[in-house]
């Protein structure tokens, strides 16, 4: 069957045109030709120039999701091979493959779908509905590569239950792909060992992203007084206690997050340093400099504050107030290592944010690095929302 041809409307599809994946539903000037939505169609611009091909779902705002931009290109079943076998053979060379993030969506080329590796377990979200027509093919696609290099996947847990499929169309889904198997996963990150719960947890059960953050943080942690906000599962913390912390203290406002950190910590045979309690990080960071607590290092890791545009004012009173508050909490001297996860607030905005709270409570910041998310979230320049995690280590000084 013919493909439907899309033309977008003069001077639109910038974002594609630079690079990016995404045409939006009001980029488009016309449809021509039979479709259902999640086809594939061809993609012209307003001339008739031909851009490539991607998947069409009406019912989106972003309503064409690019697949190629060769208008010859045929998305069959070696393409897809080809795309999957990538996304591994870069896993390889860039990232420790026991546990990581195997398929990145539109920064590997496959708009709209996620896989984590959990030791022998996939956990795939398939979040676009073009993509989701492929996911099963997808999933032998990759466990056949991993079994050219002698890994064998015991079993695949769908978590397609993020809201954001709504907006796409589609129902909710989750479940085992495959056979059943105990979805409580063991694995091993920079030497600390976690019970990940891949049916549970967020998202596809532990953040594979801040891998490489955290064991930045082991050298600063020997013989440290360490405080962890917004521990989830305890890993930062963890790994402030593998490198030799004298006491943790992790804090998250869910009872799951803190039953499943105290597991982690006794896994670990932590449980004597590295301590987990359930409270608001807003309310405890005042009440802990009532107390005149002080730390070596202060880790803020908290979830996106924004996941709009229309809301960035109020995430940046939300940043600037975190900071402020753990800088005061930070011995003279000592380390504050805080991130962003939300896409919308940028590096720049970012930076400004931390050191306004810097000013604020009077407090001179040494750089010790930046970083972002791991080399298994590769970030695609043309594509923004793939760089979503801003990550900075400083050492924190009063003024003299």
Same mark, same amino acid.
């Given at each position: ?88 053979e870069y896993r390889k060379k860039t990232s420790d493959t026991s546990s990581c993030r195997v398929i990145f969506g539109e920064a590997d080329w496959l708009p ?19 993509? @989701?027509?492929? =996911?099963?093919?997808?999933?032998? +696609?990759? !466990? ?7 890994? /064998?996947?015991? $079993? ?21 792909l495959g056979p059943e198997f105990d979805t409580k996963v063991e694995i091993e990150e920079n030497g600390v060992r976690y019970l990940v719960d891949v049916k @549970?947890?967020? =998202?596809?059960?532990?953040?594979? +992203?801040? !891998? ?7 050298? /600063?942690?020997? $013989? ?45 045979e932590m449980s004597d340093r590295v301590k987990f309690i359930c409270a608001d990080v807003f309310e405890l960071l005042p009440e802990l400099e009532r107390r ?109």
């Amino acid at each position: 069957m013919e493909e439907a041809v899309v033309t977008l409307k003069k001077g639109a599809g910038k974002t594609v045109k630079s690079g990016g994946l995404w045409i939006y539903d009001n980029e488009i000037a016309s449809v021509e030709g039979t479709f259902t939505d999640g086809d594939l169609v061809a993609v012209h611009d307003f001339d008739g120039y031909p851009m490539g091909k991607g998947f069409l779902n009406t019912k989106s705002k972003i309503s064409i999701r690019m697949m190629t931009r060769n208008k010859e290109q045929k998305i069959n079943a070696d393409f897809i091979k080809m795309r999957v076998r990538n996304a591994w053979e870069y896993r390889k060379k860039t990232s420790d493959t026991s546990s990581c993030r195997v398929i990145f969506g539109e920064a590997d080329w496959l708009p709209g779908l996620v896989v984590d590796k959990f030791s022998d377990v996939l956990v795939v979200q398939s979040l676009a509905l073009g993509i @989701d027509r492929f =996911k099963e093919e997808i999933i032998s +696609d990759l !466990k056949a590569c991993m079994a050219e290099d002698g890994i /064998l996947i015991r $079993g695949v847990y769908e978590r397609s239950d993020a809201k954001v499929r709504r907006q796409e169309g589609m129902e909710l889904q989750k479940g085992f792909l495959g056979p059943e198997f105990d979805t409580k996963v063991e694995i091993e990150e920079n030497g600390v060992r976690y019970l990940v719960d891949v049916k @549970d947890g967020q =998202k596809t059960g532990f953040f594979l +992203d801040q !891998k490489y953050n955290r064991k930045a943080i082991q050298p /600063l942690c020997a $013989g440290a007084k360490v405080l962890d906000c917004f521990t989830h599962t305890g890993s930062f913390a963890l790994n402030a206690g593998i490198a030799g912390a004298d006491s943790v203290l992790g804090v998250d406002a869910s009872n799951t997050a803190v039953a499943q950190a105290q597991e982690n910590a006794s896994l670990n045979e932590m449980s004597d340093r590295v301590k987990f309690i359930c409270a608001d990080v807003f309310e405890l960071l005042p009440e802990l400099e009532r107390r005149g607590e002080t730390f070596d290092v202060v880790i803020l890791d908290p979830p996106a504050f924004t996941k709009s545009r229309n809301s960035i004012k109020n995430a940046v009173k939300g940043y600037r107030e975190i900071n402020l508050r753990a800088m005061k909490l930070v011995k003279d001297g000592g380390y504050l290592a805080t991130c962003s996860c939300s896409h919308f607030m940028d590096a720049e905005l970012f930076a400004r944010t931390i050191r306004q709270a810097a000013d604020n409570v009077h407090r001179r910041l040494r750089q010790v690095e930046f970083r972002t998310q791991g080399p298994d979230h590769p970030i695609l320049w043309a594509a923004e929302e793939s760089y979503y995690l801003k990550f900075h280590i400083f050492q924190v000084c009063r003024e003299l």
